[in-house]
Each structure stands twice: as C-alpha cells, then as structure tokens.
C-alpha cells in the first residue's frame, strides 16, 4: 500500500476512534486534514469555536470546518481564541506566531474569502491545493514541540505515524543547537519556500509592538525582508484599515507580493504593493493634477546642462551634476538657494565653494523651468508634489512597510512619514546603508522621523553560504546611510553566518569570449535555471546578446514579478537589489570607467557587494576586459 493511501486509512480510523457521533462531512474533512504528511491535529471534542488546530510546516493554522462560513464577529471570536491558545507557547525561545484562521466548507460548493482577511476560505475540493502552497516555515522537530508544549483541554491529539523513525529530539529546542539543521531544512525545500523562510528567533519581532515608527536594519542576508512580511501579516491580522508596502525599485513590490501571498492568500486584498513613485503618480492623477512623468527628462536635463556646463564641467563631468540635483536639491526638497547653501551634502565628498554651490543653482533653475514649459515632473517632482497634496490630512494607511530604505530620498522618507503617521505600529523601515546602490544620504532625523528605541538589528546572516559572504566582504563595501541616527550598526563582517561551504567561482576575460563563458558557467551550476541570475554592472545588452548567441532563454529582471520559471533571469544590480536566487552570475566590465573618485569608488564598491550577497549558494564573478 502506498504512503497516501495508508496515512488515509489510518487517519480515517483514529477520527472513527475518536469521534464516532462525527456528522459524515465533518467526519470526511477532518480525516483529510489528519491524513495531511508532517502536520499533527489537535481536535475539538464537540462542537463550537475552533474545530482543529493544525500544526505542521505551514505554521499553525487554526480551522473550522462547515457549510455557512464566519461571519466578522464569529471570526474575530475565533481568532482571539487561537490566541489565547498558543499564547506564551515558545519555539526557540521564541514566542509561536499567531494561528491564521482557516474556513474548510465541505464538497465543492463555493468559499469566497472575507475582504477584511480576517480568514480564507478553502473548499474541500481544494485542500491538496491549499496545503502545496503553504510556505513552509517549521521543521518536523518544531511541529512536534509546539504540540507537545500547548495545553488544550477538550482537544485530542490526531496524529498518523511516519514510516521512518522520527527526528532525534536535542531537548526541548535549543536555538544555538537547532539553527543550522533548520535553514538546511529550509534551503532543502522548494527555493520559492525558501524565499519566506523565517528563523523561530526572528518570530518576536514579528509580533512586537512599537509605539511609534520603526525600523529593522542589518547587513545582506539577515532576512530583514521576510521578517517585514510576517510582521505585515500578522499587522493585517489586527487592524482592519488599509496597508501599503511600498520601496524605491518599481518592481520589487510585486515580487514580493507574490511571497505575500503564500504567507497570508487571505490577506491578499487587504495589502497594496506598489513602488513609491507609481503611488504617488496614482495620488495625483486621482486627485485631477495633470502628470507627465520622465520619459523626456534626461533629454531636459540635458538641454539645461548646454546652458551651464562652461562654468561646471572642467570641475566634474555631467554625471556628478546630476546627481547633485536629483539628491541634494531635489533629494532634500530645497527650494532656495539659501536653504541649498546651509544643507549638509550628506554622502557627497567634493566641497563646494560658493561660486559653485551658484551655478548649480542656476543649472537647477534651468532644469526645472524646462521642465515645467514641457509639463513635465522627475520623480523628485512626483515625490513633493504627492507630499505637499497630504498636508493637513490624516494618515491614509493603518501602516506602511518601505523596504530597501537607503535608497529613499530624504522627500520620499518625508512622504512615507506623511503616508503613516506617529502612530503605533504605523511606519516600519527596512534597509541597510552598505546595501545602498544609488548616490544620496541622509539622517532620519532630518525626515522627522524618530525610531530611538524601536525596532531591531539582524545579525545572523541566514541566506549565503560562509564562502560567498567572506568573499563579499573583501569588496570593501561601506555604510553611507546613518539609518540608526548615531546608533551602533551591524556591517556584513559582523554578520553571524549559520550555513558553511558555498561555490565561488572566478573568470577574467576580453568580451569577445563572454558569451562562451556565461554559456559554460550556466551549465556548471547546480542550481535550477529559473533559480539562476546574471546581475550586470555595465551594459545588459552586451549579456543579452551574449546569451541569445548561445540560445540561452532569459527573463529581464525588469519584467520577473517572482513567479517560478524555468529561465535565466538577468537585469542590472539595481534591479536586482532586494531579490536573492540561488545561483547568480556577476557581470562587471572593467573598462566602463565607473569608481573613479573615492565616492565613485565607494558607490561601486556597494554595488558590487549588493550583487555578489544576491546569491545564496553559487557566485560566479566575471571581470570582462575591454
């Protein structure tokens, strides 16, 4: 007899055992649920609040099972039931997540989830579905404890053997003991599991309440994203106004609204994920201001340099000043001189005499009457104008998660300030300053945002193996943000790395022989194709013809929204920020000229780090001559 069909008759004769007076729907459903390999049922003996609490590699989930599903009052009842069961109840030493209410309605007839989230709703038809794409986050040795550590009276525990000898128990979870048996657990699943993986000693700031805005910072690797996520899910868990986890790059939100939706599908409605620039471009065309956004900018901007570039460029080439409007001026939200006089350039090395600080003024005025006679706004534009259209209004969102924060402008903290409020639980910011990829810089107090106090520093770096990150770390990469306002921070050196070994693999070549090279090191990695990245600092066309000249099917990083494919995806470390896979591929070209001031060579240094800590199990690292 197979597995399945044995854990099936055995589930059905412990629920016959237990629960003979059983209604024949119940009775069917429960049995599936106990059948269910890796999770143990504990059962309510009759009827009323919670039927089953489920615990297995999914979490805990808390079910009710029957034709007429909750309503809001009945589900709000069950889920303060669900916490109060396993409130206290530790794994790790760390408190359980809260149970995630499940609604089961027998056969096939339709469940439509709550828009609120309080719950989702699952058919019986569905259940091998709901369970394959559960995200897992528990080990077996965690599923057992936290059932052998909860006290239920009235509830049995329902529960059908594995065929092999069970797990060794080390004593009730010893973390120190027990953390590189879990990651390896996790990395051995699904690399799309992976991706939500969250540590039992991360589960407490999970669900810490802040009086106020917060942050979570720490170094590459140390899962600040995937903590942001859990804490958004159980956020959305006990507030019922609308939430938004937003960023910088416009395509990160949607990735990770995928991950979002294998923790919490329920909750799918409840979430809005978007980049900062496109909500603020949704704000005011909403709010009838006419917007025509960037396509034309750098063509103005360059139209605006010819006027002035006599008085600037024999001091710094275009690039520079660019960069010194688009983060100090408007990056600050300067709007006179005076004011442009007296900022700190925070992240800007080269002083300014005052003669200089005048032309840039005047190339910044320049800039933005062009602007305006085309009926234009840069992002920057976009960012203030969203801004000053919230003045003196109430905080639109119940939270806000703003991921990859240290390439934020100082605007756009202001305007994540003005999104959320002061309010409990309101505002969480997540980043690291030695992950910063763009040029700026800035303190959080000069946004008017304080966190002193409030939030937490990841230090134990769960996703790259040890080579990979000794490896990073010798890239020299600095911290340019003071996201911690003067507080101690925590860079990749310092990191704890919990999984040893890892696959680092070097190639310097001239750029004819490129394409022979990415083809070859595509087919000696281990890892899965659609687990596979080539990060490019340079040009991606050069890759990208590259590998259409081998026949190599690739996905633009700018278009991978984090659903599972079997191609290669390849993009900018700008667009690769925030995202990690397997196996990458980093592409720099030695002779594109970047680095070449100490804050170029810093900016670059950050960038290359960024690019080689994306990678979990494999680094290859290509220098391209000419």
């Given at each position: ?23 024949g729907d119940?009775?069917?459903?429960l049995?599936?649920?106990v ?30 099972i ?31 997540a ?9 056969g096939s007839?339709?469940a ?5 989230g309080?719950?989702q ?20 040795t ?28 080390p ?39 802040y ?23 159980a956020?959305a ?17 949607t ?7 294998r ?13 900062l ?20 900018v ?20 275009r690039?520079?000043?660019w ?6 001026v ?27 600080k005048e ?20 992002f920057?534009?976009?960012v203030q ?15 806000v998660?703003a991921?990859?924060?240290?390439d ?11 999104l ?8 969480l910011?997540?980043?690291d ?21 409030r ?5 134990v ?6 080579d ?16 911690l306002?003067?507080?101690?921070g ?26 022979q ?12 194709s ?16 590259a ?7 690739s ?14 995806k ?6 690769a920020?925030?995202?990690e896979f ?18 170029g060579?810093?900016?670059?240094a ?12 494999e ?8």
């Open positions: 007899m197979g597995d399945v069909a044995r854990r099936a008759r055995l589930a059905t004769e412990l629920v016959t055992r237990h629960f003979p007076d059983a209604e119940f009775r069917r459903v049995s599936a649920l059948a269910r390999a890796g999770w143990r049922c504990l059962v309510r003996r009759g009827r009323g609040g919670v039927d089953v609490f489920a615990v297995g590699k999914g979490g805990v989930l808390a079910i009710v029957g034709e007429h599903l909750p309503d809001h009052d009945t589900a709000r009842a069950l889920l303060a039931e669900a916490e109060h069961a396993f409130a206290g109840v530790r794994v790790s030493g760390r408190v359980v809260a149970p995630r209410l499940v609604a089961i309605r027998p007839a339709e439509r989830s709550r828009a609120d309080l719950y709703a699952v058919r019986e038809a569905d259940l091998e579905k709901f369970f394959a794409s559960t995200a897992a986050h528990l080990t077996k965690h599923v057992r404890a936290i059932t052998d550590a909860v006290r239920l009276p009235g509830f049995a525990l329902l529960t059908v053997a594995e065929r092999t000898a069970p797990e060794s128990a004593g009730l979870l010893d973390a120190d003991e027990l953390r590189e048996d879990q990651v390896a657990s996790a990395m051995s699943g699904s690399f799309q599991s992976w991706l939500t993986f969250l540590h039992p000693s991360q589960s407490g700031i999970v669900t810490r309440r009086s106020g805005p917060a942050r979570i910072g720490g170094p590459a690797g140390t899962g600040k994203t995937v903590v942001a996520l859990h804490r958004l899910r956020i868990r006990r507030t019922t106004g609308p939430l938004l986890f937003t960023t910088f790059v416009r395509t990160l939100p990735v990770h609204r995928e991950s979002f939706l923790l919490a599908p329920e909750l799918a409605d409840r979430v809005e994920f978007t980049g620039h496109a909500w603020a471009h949704r704000l005011l065309r909403e709010r009838g201001v006419t917007v025509s956004q960037h396509g034309s750098g063509s103005v901007f360059n139209l605006a340099w010819l006027a002035h570039r006599s008085a600037l460029e024999p001091v710094e080439p690039e520079y000043w960069t010194e409007i688009d983060t100090v408007k990056g600050r939200g300067i709007r006179t001189f005076d004011e442009y006089t007296l900022v700190p350039r925070k992240g800007r090395v080269r002083k300014l005499s005052a003669a200089q032309a840039v003024w005047a190339l910044y005025e320049t800039y933005q009457a062009k602007l305006a006679e085309r009926g234009l706004l840069d920057n534009d976009l104008r969203a801004w000053e259209e919230l003045d003196g209004e109430d905080p639109p969102y119940a939270a998660v991921d990859e924060v240290q934020i402008s100082l605007m756009g903290l202001r305007l994540l300030h003005r959320a409020g002061d309010g409990p639980d309101g505002l910011l997540v980043g300053g030695q992950q910063q990829v763009y040029p700026g810089g800035w303190k959080l107090s000069e946004a008017g945002i304080s966190v002193r106090g939030g937490a520093v990841l230090k770096n769960y996703r790259n193996r040890a990979i990150v000794r490896f990073a770390d010798g890239l020299g990469a600095v911290d340019a943000v003071d996201d306002d003067g507080g101690a925590v860079s990749l050196r310092d990191a704890e790395v919990v999984s040893e070994g890892g696959v680092v693999r070097m190639w310097r070549g001239d750029r004819a022989d490129l394409g090279a990415l083809l070859e090191a595509l087919r000696g990695t281990a890892a899965p659609g687990s596979t990245a080539i990060i490019v600092l340079g040009r991606v066309s050069d890759v990208v013809g590998l259409r000249g081998a026949g190599v099917a996905t633009p990083l700018k278009e991978y929204a984090g659903l599972p494919d079997d191609s290669v390849v993009g900018t470390v700008h667009r920020k925030g995202l397997q196996a990458v591929i980093a592409v720099h070209f030695e002779s594109d000229g970047a680095g070449a001031d100490q804050e060579r810093e900016l670059r950050r960038q290359l780090m960024v690019a080689a800590t994306r990678a979990r199990d680094l290859w690292w290509f220098a391209v001559r000419g």
